[in-house]
C-alpha cells in the first residue's frame, strides 16, 4: 500500500513562509544535521544532532499546530490568541529523562 499521508509527521508544520508549509520533521532533521556539522569541530557532533532533534519537538503539540495553521503571522510562534504557545520546554524534559 501506499505511504501513510496521516502521519504526524507529513503533516505537522514548523513554520508557514509565503503560505508554504516547512515540515516540523524537515526542519528538525535539517537543524540536526546542521548542528552536527558544526560541533564535529569540537567532537561533539552526535550530542548536537540529538539536541538539534529535540529544540522543537514541543511543535508537534496540538496548541502549536492549531496556532501556526491559522497564519497569525511571525508573531505565530510565540504567541496564540494572546497566550504564549510552548514548544521548546519538551524537548528539554525529554533530554532530562534521557539522561
Known amino acids: 500500500m501506499g ?14 513562509q509565503d503560505s508554504r508549509k516547512h515540515l516540523l520533521r524537515d526542519h528538525l532533521d535539517g537543524v540536526a544535521a546542521l548542528a552536527e556539522q558544526f560541533a ?13 532533534l529535540l529544540h522543537d519537538l514541543g511543535k508537534y503539540s ?22 504564549k504557545v510552548d514548544h521548546s520546554t519538551s524537548g528539554a524534559v525529554l533530554a532530562m529523562q534521557l539522561s
Open 40 to 52: 564535529d569541530a569540537f567532537g561533539s557532533g552526535d550530542w548536537a544532532g540529538v539536541c538539534g
Open 62 to 83: 496540538p496548541a502549536f499546530q492549531t496556532m501556526i495553521r491559522a497564519g497569525q503571522g511571525p508573531g505565530a510562534v510565540a504567541h496564540a490568541g494572546g497566550a
Open 3 to 16: 505511504e501513510d499521508t496521516t502521519s504526524v509527521d507529513t503533516v505537522a508544520v514548523a513554520h508557514l
